[in-house]
């Protein structure tokens, strides 16, 4: 039995004065770009910081149903984190109401009157046009917000009142809930990234960005985790073990994602199909393709070799690195994947793409630990006193 | 005020209170010594031969010798004797290459991944699974030699220093396929051979023929079960277990790219590779469910396949399958979305055209039959569980069918669109292979311990300590 209670409030405290200087900087200084300089570029500034934020939104949704499906040791001490982040989803929702009143022409080639014309691009006006589009967009939050609230209030309940039942009732959601998410996923990630190039089509696409979200949401997990277990609350149950399984999945999601990203490239490359080759053709010269190499680098090879190492992986000051360059690069990826629909003749970074991710990672930041505080930080009947594998007292390692 | 309050079981492990961690069924009958474990394994080998089995060799025999004839009729012919034509120039050789492959796969993911996962339910399927491996790669390796025109030079396909200034092609994924499936096969093979060597010694300590033991001991390569051979046969397994890993993903990806790297519509598609993936262990499960539930009431295992094996592979079946299902649905919506012609033709002909039996009869097996599998009472009912794998076997066979011949029978030149069908000597090539697997089978379970005698022994140790002291 453990009697020590774990709020989070201690560790968070400065997270969330930094959180709300970030969100008011940057998103002022958004503002003053879409005042001074370029609309245009405010929007789609805005947008890919949004969707990003978002993504991790998701992306904790994703992985709270994994855990609550597969058990395990390392879900116990993220579940409450991955639930917070997972409630901020209604509330970035309301962020995409201005674009959707006032950005899409900016964003979506797809939705300006006579762009869809041809022999290819008028047959996919049945599936992108406006008023589908937010159609589809309202469906999606709906559904993840159903999803979101139902295994939050059980795991609530079950903090409450001890119910045993109400653990299986989660774990009986996850299940197809899961099923739910992959679907309406592929739908979402189709429309929010793929539909920015309104030529292009991949299958493995819904999987391959997913897996995006939900490699940066883990790694933000593992950061605020190793916050909390640093100065705040989780030092004494936190244990090396933890982190090695953290780290482990870590390794695994980066490989996921690379397969997937490998798979398209081949598979497109080789055929050499003109309606698809042109969307690498973009992305390989005029200074893209130096983004894609800095992605092969930073998103694959180094945290790949870095996460090969075991006492690496057992050290959570160390694992925090790593997965700060995983979760920046796959801003990156987002950047990668997104951007260069829009500038087709070469690299193009404007300053409002540094300034508005840094805005909404404060608005979420805030939302996040919102969430969190005033909740047990660990759910209570869940935890395991102790890493089944962990044997301190064997080797006298760990904190 | 919160306070945690934490259950701890008498093995030390803290429990979430309601999931049921698979604790009421355990993954070793109770009452185990280590004594009974050895006894209850190699009496499969040392006792007399059952009459089921030799009746069962019989026919496996029978198959084989249509495997042989089939083969020789091809070779004195030529491939003009199967239902091959253009534009369908591969039929059911390539099928039951791709199908033979996938199979293997659980094998592999049991013995090398469930083992880096720390998953102890793999213990006593994995020898089982891993010989499946190895002979359905055995049984695959042969289709795309013996689809070759003059399969005598087969070995053209090794970049290897002539003087005809030969070179293989390295662009096209059939070269990667000589590469990843021999790797396969040898990885496989010296894995399997690993796990077997403890074992061998036992079974050379255990025999009463001096025949037998010679055997056994050469086998054994004189182990002797010292502290130091433990140690290094520990940091060998686990390696090779990492050098597996990689394979489970990467040997059906490249198969998956032999179709999807070239632009026929049905088979350029990139979900293909993880897709392919899922189809493999979906398929392997099914195969190894297929095998042990016959296998465990005929030799009356039950005490070491339990039903907390049953069910576990039942869910992995369940997972695997949902993916192939996303699979298929990810393909008719993007063909959809896409709003090309020869794609959403390719769909269209697929679900409608002449071929539309063999896809809803793969929709019916590999999607809807698997369902079944959420409720728990059919994962345990094992008559039901049987029939819901044969349904598998059969869909993933179909889906290779549906992919290869529904796509390549009408492609972009209407003038060449055709029929095919195989002929009897696809069919008989197909059962013969079956018979080769069956047959191997047949004499693996008679001459070897078809379950890890001493991985056995540590669920009866891990059984009686807490898990602290159990070795990493």
């Known amino acids: ?399 | 005020m919160a306070r945690i309050t934490t259950t701890r079981d008498e093995s030390g492990f803290i429990r979430e209170p309601g999931r049921s961690y698979g604790a009421e069924v355990p993954v070793l009958a109770p009452g185990h010594t280590y004594r009974s474990v050895t006894d209850k394994i190699t009496d499969v080998v040392f006792n007399r031969t059952p009459k089921g089995w030799y009746f069962g060799l019989a026919v496996t025999l029978a198959m084989l010798m249509l495997l042989v004839t089939s083969v020789g009729y091809l070779f004195a012919r030529g491939v003009g004797i199967w239902g091959i034509n253009i534009p369908v120039s591969w039929g059911f050789d390539i099928i039951n290459f791709v199908w033979w492959i996938g199979i293997g796969h659980a094998g592999t993911l049991i013995s090398a991944i469930l083992l880096l996962l720390h998953q102890e339910w793999r213990t006593s399927i994995n020898r089982l699974s891993e010989a499946m491996t190895l002979f359905a790669v055995a049984c695959a390796g042969m289709f795309p030699i013996i689809h070759l025109g003059r399969p005598w030079l087969a070995y053209y396909l090794f970049p290897y220093p002539n003087t005809m200034g030969l070179w293989p092609q390295f662009r096209s994924p059939l070269v990667w396929d000589v590469f990843a499936v021999s790797t396969y096969g040898t990885v496989s093979l010296l894995f399997w051979y690993t796990g077997l060597v403890p074992d061998l010694a036992t079974m050379r300590d255990k025999t009463q023929n001096r025949f037998l033991r010679m055997v056994y001991g050469l086998m054994a390569l004189g182990w002797r079960g010292s502290a130091r051979h433990w140690n290094n046969y520990q940091m060998a397994y686990l390696l090779l277990a990492g050098l597996s890993t990689p394979l489970v993903v990467s040997v059906h990806s490249v198969v998956s790219f032999d179709f999807a790297v070239s632009i026929i519509p049905g088979w350029h598609s990139t979900i293909f590779p993880p897709y392919f993936v899922a189809g493999a262990i979906f398929a392997g499960f099914a195969m190894v469910l297929t095998i042990a539930i016959p296998l465990r009431a005929f030799y009356k295992l039950q005490d070491f396949i339990t039903m907390r094996h049953i069910e576990n592979m039942a869910k992995v079946t369940l997972a695997t399958g949902l993916v192939v299902a996303y699979g298929y649905l990810s393909e008719i919506f993007f063909a959809f979305y896409s709003g090309e012609y020869y794609e959403q033709y390719f769909i269209a002909n697929r679900i409608s055209g002449p071929y539309w039996w063999a896809f809803w009869a793969l929709i019916l097996c590999n999607v809807l039959a698997p369902q079944a599998l959420w409720s728990k009472r059919v994962r345990t009912n094992l008559p039901l569980l049987f029939l819901i794998m044969m349904f598998v076997n059969i869909g993933m066979w179909l889906e290779r069918f549906v992919i290869i011949v529904v796509s390549l029978h009408r492609q972009y030149l209407q003038s060449s669109w055709d029929m095919y069908a195989g002929t009897f000597w696809d069919w008989s090539t197909y059962l013969g292979t079956i018979g080769l697997f069956l047959t191997l089978m047949f004499l693996f379970i008679r001459t070897l311990p078809a379950i890890a005698i001493f991985e056995t022994r540590e669920l009866v140790h891990a059984d009686e300590t807490q898990p602290e002291d159990m070795p990493a």
Not at chain 1, 25 to 36: E, H, K, P
Not at chain 1, 118 to 143: D, H
């Open chain 1, 1 to 399: 039995m453990i009697t020590t209670e774990y709020r989070a409030q201690s560790g968070l405290r400065h997270v969330g004065n930094i959180a709300l200087v970030g969100a008011l900087v940057g998103l002022l200084l958004l503002t003053l770009g879409a005042l001074i300089d370029d609309p245009e570029q405010f929007w789609r500034s805005y947008y890919i910081a949004w969707l990003y934020w978002t993504g991790i939104a998701l992306g904790s949704l994703g992985i709270l149903m994994i855990q609550h499906i597969s058990g395990g040791v390392w879900g116990a001490t993220l579940r409450r984190l991955l639930e917070s982040a997972a409630l901020t989803l209604p509330w970035m929702g309301l962020f995409f109401i201005p674009v959707a009143l006032f950005g899409l022409h900016s964003i979506f080639e797809w939705s300006h009157e006579g762009f869809m014309v041809g022999e290819v691009l008028s047959q996919k006006k049945v599936y992108l046009n406006v008023p589908f589009f937010l159609a589809r967009m309202v469906a999606y939050f709906v559904i993840w917000t159903a999803l979101v609230m139902l295994l939050t209030r059980w795991s609530r309940r079950l903090d409450g009142t001890g119910d045993m039942r109400l653990s299986g009732r989660m774990r009986g959601l996850s299940a197809p809930g899961f099923v739910v998410y992959a679907i309406t996923m592929t739908l979402a990630t189709v429309d929010l990234v793929l539909s920015l190039d309104p030529e292009f089509f991949s299958t493995i696409w819904g999987a391959l960005v997913t897996i995006s979200f939900i490699l940066a949401a883990f790694s933000l997990m593992i950061i605020v985790l190793s916050l909390l277990t640093d100065r705040g609350p989780l030092r004494p149950v936190m244990s090396s073990e933890h982190f090695l399984d953290l780290g482990k999945l870590m390794l695994a999601f980066t490989i996921v994602w690379t397969y997937f990203s490998f798979s398209q490239f081949i598979i497109i490359w080789s055929a050499n199909l003109p309606q698809e080759a042109v969307w690498y053709t973009v992305r390989l010269s005029g200074g893209w393709g130096w983004m894609g190499l800095a992605l092969l680098l930073f998103a694959f090879v180094v945290p790949f070799l870095l996460l090969l190492s075991r006492p690496l992986k057992e050290s959570h000051r160390a694992l925090v690195i790593v997965a700060g360059v995983v979760a920046f690069m796959q801003y990156i990826n987002l950047f990668y994947l997104s951007v260069p629909s829009w500038h087709r003749d070469g690299l193009h970074i404007s300053w409002m793409d540094f300034v508005a991710p840094i805005g909404f990672g404060g608005v979420w930041l805030l939302l996040f630990s919102a969430m969190l505080r005033g909740r047990p930080i660990l759910p209570l009947y869940v935890l395991p006193e102790r890493h089944p594998r962990d044997r301190r007292e064997l080797t006298h390692v760990g904190n």
